[in-house]
C-alpha cells in the first residue's frame, strides 16, 4: 500500500476468457501477457506492518482487504470483448458519438478517443456531483485534466465547440437510478462542464500560438524534432497534452522528445515529492524521539487545565528546558488548547510554570495526534516535567467560536437559497473574521445576499442549541450530517447539531448556542476560481465594530457634504450626476479631438496598390481603445492595412487590422503584428482581420512602427491581383 504501512501476501482470482483470447502457445498463465486472463478480485492477507527500514512487524489486528471489478465482471458476464461494450458504458459512448458527429467501430484511434470521452466524462460528471469544481489545484486540479483530456478527444475527432454536456446528460440518465443526487445537480453540472470547455478551447488558442512560433523556428526545423523542455513547458504553463503538440508536429513533420519530456515530467513530480517528504520526516523524526502518547484535548470544556511538560523543542532540536526570551514548542499529556484544523485556528494563551511563563502564539498538530504549543518564553525558565497551567485566550476562543458557529449556519442557509450544490469546498475560522469557500456559478445578487444575511440573524436570534455528539459515520450521514468532500472521517465521528437546523461533521470548538454569535453580516463576496465563490463575513464583536466605523463614516460625510443623515444619500446622486454628465462633455470633446486625429492619418496616408497604409503611434489608456480607433479607420479608409502602437503602462502595445477585401485576397493582420512586435523584441499573434501583440523594448517602438510600414508596402506590392 505504499513504502510504509500495513501489507501482506494476497491472493489474485482470475477469468480464463478462453483460448481465442490467447496471445501465443507459451503465453498461458494468469501471470503472463496474455489477454486470456481477466483479473477479477484481489484478496490481501495483511498481516504486517512495514516500516520505512522495509522491516515487517505483525500487526495487533489482522485482517483481508478484499477488491472487486465490478465492470471486469460486468464483461465476463455480457461476454463483452472489453468492459467498454458493456451495459455500463454503450449508451454512454453512443452519446459521445452523436455528439462529435462520429460513430462508434469507424475505426480504432476513433474508437479510442469515444471511449476516452465516455470514460472521463463520467469521472467528471461525479466528481462535480460531490462537489469538485476545476481548478489549479488538488482535486479540482484533478477534474480540470480528466475534462481536459476528454475536450481533447473531441477535438482530435473533428469537434471544436463545447459538446460534453450531452454525455454529461447521458451519464446522469444511465447512473441516475442508482445515484439520485446526480439528477439534482443537473444545472450546475452544465455550466460547470460549459465553462471549462470554453476555459480549454481558448487556452488551446493561446497554446496553439505558441506551439506555432516554435515549429517556425528556424533552429527547430534543422533539427526536426523539438526538445523535451519545451514540450513539457507548453504542458506544464500553457496546459497543452501532450498527443496535441505531437499531432500538431507531426502535420509539419517534426518530431517531439517524448522522453526529455518524461524525464521534465518526473524531475518535477520528484521536487514535490521531495520537498514535502522533507517536511514531513524532519518533523516525525523529532517528536518520535520524545516517544510521547498523543495529547489529550480537554478544550471542548475546559479553557483552562492543569497539565505536565512532556516535551520541548527548541530551534528544531529537543531540549531539556528554555529561559526567558527563547522561541519554544511545548508538548503536555492534556491541554485546553486547540490545535488548527478543518479551518480554525489554533488557539493563543498562556502556559504558567513554577519557575517561568511561556506565551502561546499559536497551536499546532503536525502528527500523531502530539498537539505543539508554539509560543515564547515570557519570564523565568521551563522545563520538562514541570507542572503546569494552561490557559486559553478566552475572549479570543469566544471570537472564533462565534465565526465557527456561524460558518455552519451560513453553509447551511446558502444550500438553502442557492441550491445543494453550494456546498463548502474550504474556509477560514479566526478570531477577526470567517472565510468561506462554496460551490456556486455566479455572484450572489444584492437580493441572495440579503436573504442569506437575513435567515442567518433569525436563526441567531431563536437562539437555538448547539450540541456535539459522538456517534458512528454511518448513523450521523444516515441523521443528515453533512460530511465535507474530500475530508478523512473514522469510523466515529463528532456531529454538531443547531437546533434542528443544521447538522454538520465537524472537530472545531462552537457556542452553546446561536444567540451568543450576537450578529452577522456579509463584507465582501468575490470569485476564487471557475465555479468558486468566497464569503468574508463579521460577527459578534468584530461586526459591531464594522457598523460603528461604518456609522462614522457616514456621519462625517454628511458633515461634508453639509447634509442632514437622511439626505445623504440624494446628495451623493447628485454629485455623481453632476461628474457623469462633465465625464460625457469630456469625453465627446476627447473623441472630436481623436477623429480629428484619425482622419489626419487617413488623408495622410500613403497608398499602395489603391490600399492605404496606416502604421501610426497613438496615445491610448488601454488596449480596447486601440481595437476602437481601428474599427474607426477601417469604417472611413476604405482599402487599408492598420498598424497602431502605444505604450500603455510602461509596455509595447501593437494591433493589426486589415479592411475584409484584404483578408479575402489572402492578407493575414497576424502576420503584420508579428513583425511590428519582433522589431521591438516582443512578439503577437491573432486572426486575418485583426491581431494583437506587446512587449519588448519600449526605445524601439518607433522604429518597429516605420520598420512595419515598409514591410506592409512590400506585401501589398508583391501580392498579385
Same mark, same amino acid.
Given at each position: 500500500?505504499?513504502?510504509?504501512?500495513?501489507?501482506?501476501?494476497?491472493?489474485?482470482?482470475?477469468?480464463?476468457?478462453?483460448?481465442?483470447?490467447?496471445?501465443?502457445?507459451?503465453?498461458?498463465?494468469?501471470?503472463?501477457?496474455?489477454?486470456?486472463?481477466?483479473?477479477?478480485?484481489?484478496?490481501?492477507?495483511?498481516?504486517?506492518?512495514?516500516?520505512?527500514?522495509?522491516?515487517?512487524?505483525?500487526?495487533?489486528?489482522?485482517?483481508?482487504?478484499?477488491?472487486?471489478?465490478?465492470?471486469?465482471?460486468?464483461?465476463?458476464?455480457?461476454?463483452?470483448?472489453?468492459?467498454?461494450?458493456?451495459?455500463? +458504458?454503450?449508451?454512454?459512448?453512443?452519446?459521445?458519438?452523436?455528439?462529435?458527429?462520429?460513430?462508434?467501430?469507424?475505426?480504432?484511434?476513433?474508437?479510442?478517443?469515444?471511449?476516452?470521452?465516455?470514460?472521463?466524462?463520467?469521472?467528471?460528471?461525479?466528481?462535480?456531483?460531490?462537489?469538485?469544481?476545476?481548478?489549479?489545484?488538488?482535486?479540482?486540479?484533478?477534474?480540470?485534466?480528466?475534462?481536459?483530456?476528454?475536450?481533447?478527444?473531441?477535438?482530435?475527432?473533428?469537434?471544436?465547440?463545447?459538446?460534453?454536456?450531452?454525455?454529461?446528460?447521458?451519464?446522469?440518465?444511465?447512473?441516475?437510478?442508482?445515484?439520485?443526487?446526480?439528477?439534482?445537480?443537473?444545472?450546475?453540472?452544465?455550466?460547470?462542464?460549459?465553462?471549462?470547455?470554453?476555459?480549454?478551447?481558448?487556452?488551446?488558442?493561446?497554446?496553439?500560438?505558441?506551439?506555432?512560433?516554435?515549429?517556425?523556428?528556424?533552429? *527547430?526545423?534543422?533539427?526536426?524534432?523539438?526538445?523535451?523542455?519545451?514540450?513539457?513547458?507548453?504542458?506544464?504553463?500553457?496546459?497543452?497534452?501532450?498527443? +496535441?503538440?505531437?499531432?500538431?508536429?507531426?502535420?509539419?513533420?517534426?518530431?517531439?522528445?517524448?522522453?526529455?519530456? /518524461?524525464?521534465?515530467?518526473?524531475?518535477? #513530480?520528484?521536487?514535490?515529492?521531495?520537498?514535502? #517528504?522533507? =517536511?514531513?520526516?524532519?518533523?516525525?523524526?523529532?517528536?518520535?524521539?520524545?516517544?510521547?502518547?498523543?495529547? #489529550?484535548?480537554?478544550?471542548?470544556?475546559?479553557?483552562?487545565?492543569?497539565?505536565?511538560?512532556?516535551?520541548?523543542? #527548541?530551534?528544531?532540536?529537543?531540549?531539556?528546558?528554555?529561559?526567558?526570551?527563547?522561541?519554544?514548542?511545548?508538548?503536555?499529556? /492534556?491541554?485546553?488548547?486547540?490545535?488548527?484544523?478543518?479551518?480554525?485556528?489554533?488557539?493563543?494563551?498562556?502556559?504558567? $510554570?513554577?519557575?517561568?511563563?511561556?506565551?502561546?502564539?499559536?497551536?499546532?498538530?503536525?502528527? $500523531? $495526534?502530539?498537539?505543539?504549543?508554539?509560543?515564547?518564553?515570557?519570564?523565568?525558565?521551563?522545563?520538562?516535567?514541570?507542572?503546569?497551567?494552561?490557559?486559553?485566550?478566552?475572549?479570543?476562543?469566544?471570537?472564533?467560536?462565534?465565526?465557527?458557529?456561524?460558518?455552519?449556519?451560513?453553509?447551511?442557509?446558502?444550500?438553502?437559497?442557492?441550491?445543494?450544490?453550494?456546498?463548502?469546498?474550504?474556509?477560514?475560522?479566526?478570531?477577526?473574521?470567517?472565510?468561506?469557500?462554496?460551490?456556486?456559478?455566479?455572484?450572489?445578487?444584492?437580493?441572495?445576499?440579503?436573504?442569506?444575511?437575513?435567515?442567518?440573524?433569525?436563526?441567531?436570534?431563536?437562539?437555538?442549541?448547539?450540541?456535539?455528539?459522538?456517534?458512528?459515520?454511518?448513523?450521523?450521514?444516515?441523521?443528515?450530517?453533512?460530511?465535507?468532500?474530500?475530508?478523512?472521517?473514522?469510523?466515529?465521528?463528532?456531529?454538531?447539531?443547531?437546533?434542528?437546523?443544521?447538522?454538520?461533521?465537524?472537530?472545531?470548538?462552537?457556542?452553546?448556542?446561536?444567540?451568543?454569535?450576537?450578529? +452577522? *453580516?456579509? =463584507?465582501?463576496?468575490?470569485? =476564487?476560481?471557475?465555479?468558486?465563490?468566497?464569503?468574508?463575513?463579521?460577527?459578534?464583536?468584530?461586526?459591531?465594530?464594522?457598523?460603528?466605523?461604518?456609522?462614522?463614516?457616514?456621519?462625517?460625510?454628511?458633515?461634508?457634504?453639509?447634509?442632514?443623515?437622511? /439626505?445623504?444619500?440624494?446628495?451623493?446622486?447628485?454629485?455623481?450626476?453632476?461628474?457623469?454628465? /462633465?465625464?460625457?462633455?469630456?469625453?465627446?470633446?476627447?473623441?472630436?479631438?481623436?477623429?480629428?486625429?484619425?482622419?489626419?492619418?487617413?488623408?495622410?496616408?500613403?497608398?499602395?496598390?489603391?490600399?492605404?497604409?496606416?502604421?501610426?503611434? =497613438?496615445?491610448?489608456?488601454?488596449?480596447?481603445?486601440?481595437?476602437?480607433?481601428?474599427?474607426?479607420?477601417?469604417?472611413?479608409?476604405?482599402?487599408?492595412?492598420?498598424?497602431?502602437?502605444?505604450?500603455?503602462?510602461?509596455?509595447? +502595445?501593437?494591433?493589426?487590422?486589415?479592411?475584409?477585401?484584404?483578408?479575402?485576397?489572402?492578407?493575414?493582420?497576424?502576420?503584420?503584428?508579428?513583425?511590428?512586435?519582433?522589431?521591438?523584441?516582443?512578439?503577437?499573434?491573432?486572426?486575418?482581420?485583426?491581431?494583437?501583440?506587446?512587449?519588448?523594448?519600449?526605445?524601439?517602438?518607433?522604429?518597429?512602427?516605420?520598420?512595419?510600414?515598409?514591410?506592409?508596402?512590400?506585401?501589398?506590392?508583391?501580392?498579385?491581383?
Amino acid at each position: 500500500m505504499g513504502e510504509t504501512g500495513p501489507s501482506g501476501p494476497d491472493s489474485e482470482i482470475f477469468y480464463d476468457l478462453g483460448p481465442a483470447w490467447q496471445k501465443d502457445d507459451k503465453d498461458t498463465l494468469p501471470s503472463g501477457e496474455s489477454q486470456r486472463f481477466l483479473e477479477i478480485w484481489n484478496l490481501v492477507f495483511m498481516e504486517y506492518h512495514q516500516d520505512r527500514s522495509k522491516k515487517l512487524h505483525p500487526l495487533p489486528s489482522k485482517n483481508i482487504d478484499t477488491g472487486m471489478g465490478l465492470e471486469r465482471m460486468a464483461m465476463v458476464m455480457q461476454k463483452a470483448h472489453n468492459v467498454y461494450e458493456t451495459d455500463l +458504458f454503450q449508451d454512454i459512448i453512443t452519446a459521445a458519438a452523436t455528439a462529435t458527429g462520429n460513430n462508434y467501430g469507424g475505426s480504432e484511434e476513433m474508437n479510442r478517443s469515444l471511449r476516452v470521452i465516455a470514460e472521463h466524462t463520467r469521472a467528471a460528471t461525479f466528481l462535480i456531483g460531490d462537489g469538485v469544481m476545476p481548478a489549479n489545484e488538488g482535486r479540482g486540479y484533478v477534474l480540470r485534466r480528466i475534462l481536459r483530456k476528454a475536450i481533447f478527444h473531441g477535438r482530435r475527432l473533428g469537434r471544436k465547440e463545447p459538446f460534453l454536456e450531452a454525455v454529461a446528460g447521458k451519464v446522469v440518465e444511465v447512473m441516475s437510478g442508482r445515484y439520485p443526487d446526480l439528477a439534482k445537480g443537473v444545472p450546475h453540472l452544465t455550466k460547470a462542464i460549459n465553462s471549462e470547455e470554453e476555459r480549454f478551447h481558448r487556452t488551446l488558442e493561446v497554446g496553439s500560438e505558441l506551439l506555432n512560433a516554435l515549429l517556425d523556428d528556424p533552429e *527547430t526545423k534543422r533539427l526536426g524534432i523539438i526538445p523535451g523542455e519545451d514540450v513539457f513547458r507548453l504542458y506544464d504553463t500553457y496546459g497543452l497534452p501532450l498527443d +496535441f503538440t505531437r499531432d500538431m508536429a507531426r502535420e509539419r513533420g517534426i518530431a517531439i522528445d517524448e522522453e526529455g519530456y /518524461q524525464q521534465e515530467l518526473a524531475r518535477q #513530480k520528484e521536487r514535490g515529492r521531495a520537498a514535502a #517528504k522533507f =517536511v514531513q520526516e524532519k518533523s516525525e523524526e523529532v517528536l518520535r524521539e520524545l516517544k510521547l502518547r498523543p495529547t #489529550k484535548f480537554e478544550g471542548y470544556k475546559a479553557l483552562e487545565t492543569e497539565s505536565q511538560v512532556r516535551g520541548l523543542i #527548541k530551534e528544531g532540536k529537543v531540549v531539556t528546558s528554555a529561559q526567558k526570551g527563547e522561541e519554544i514548542q511545548i508538548v503536555l499529556d /492534556q491541554t485546553p488548547f486547540y490545535a488548527e484544523a478543518g479551518g480554525q485556528v489554533g488557539d493563543t494563551g498562556v502556559i504558567d $510554570g513554577p519557575e517561568g511563563k511561556v506565551r502561546v502564539l499559536d497551536t499546532q498538530s503536525p502528527f $500523531g $495526534g502530539i498537539i505543539l504549543h508554539n509560543g515564547q518564553v515570557e519570564e523565568g525558565i521551563i522545563r520538562v516535567d514541570d507542572e503546569v497551567t494552561a490557559r486559553v485566550n478566552v475572549e479570543r476562543r469566544r471570537d472564533i467560536m462565534r465565526n465557527h458557529t456561524a460558518t455552519h449556519l451560513l453553509h447551511k442557509a446558502l444550500r438553502e437559497i442557492l441550491g445543494p450544490h453550494a456546498l463548502q469546498a474550504g474556509s477560514l475560522v479566526a478570531p477577526d473574521r470567517l472565510r468561506f469557500d462554496f460551490r456556486h456559478d455566479a455572484a450572489l445578487s444584492k437580493e441572495e445576499r440579503k436573504e442569506v444575511e437575513k435567515k442567518i440573524n433569525v436563526k441567531i436570534r431563536e437562539n437555538l442549541p448547539v450540541g456535539a455528539k459522538i456517534m458512528p459515520y454511518s448513523e450521523a450521514l444516515a441523521a443528515g450530517a453533512v460530511a465535507l468532500f474530500g475530508e478523512k472521517y473514522g469510523d466515529e465521528v463528532r456531529v454538531i447539531s443547531i437546533g434542528d437546523y443544521s447538522r454538520e461533521l465537524c472537530g472545531g470548538t462552537h457556542l452553546r448556542a446561536t444567540g451568543e454569535i450576537g450578529f +452577522f *453580516t456579509i =463584507v465582501e463576496e468575490s470569485a =476564487v476560481g471557475a465555479g468558486m465563490r468566497r464569503i468574508e463575513a463579521l460577527t459578534g464583536r468584530g461586526a459591531e465594530e464594522h457598523y460603528r466605523l461604518t456609522a462614522t463614516t457616514l456621519q462625517e460625510l454628511a458633515h461634508k457634504l453639509r447634509v442632514p443623515d437622511d /439626505q445623504m444619500k440624494t446628495k451623493v446622486e447628485n454629485l455623481l450626476r453632476q461628474v457623469g454628465e /462633465q465625464k460625457r462633455k469630456l469625453s465627446r470633446l476627447t473623441r472630436k479631438e481623436k477623429e480629428k486625429q484619425l482622419t489626419e492619418f487617413v488623408s495622410s496616408a500613403a497608398a499602395v496598390k489603391g490600399v492605404k497604409v496606416i502604421a501610426r503611434i =497613438v496615445e491610448a489608456e488601454e488596449p480596447a481603445a486601440l481595437r476602437e480607433m481601428s474599427d474607426w479607420l477601417k469604417d472611413h479608409a476604405g482599402s487599408a492595412a492598420i498598424l497602431l502602437a502605444s505604450h500603455i503602462e510602461g509596455r509595447n +502595445f501593437f494591433l493589426a487590422a486589415l479592411t475584409p477585401d484584404l483578408v479575402k485576397k489572402g492578407f493575414k493582420a497576424a502576420e503584420i503584428v508579428k513583425y511590428a512586435a519582433q522589431v521591438a523584441g516582443g512578439s503577437g499573434g491573432g486572426r486575418a482581420n485583426l491581431a494583437e501583440g506587446g512587449g519588448g523594448d519600449p526605445k524601439k517602438l518607433s522604429e518597429a512602427v516605420n520598420s512595419t510600414m515598409g514591410f506592409i508596402a512590400q506585401l501589398l506590392a508583391q501580392k498579385k491581383g
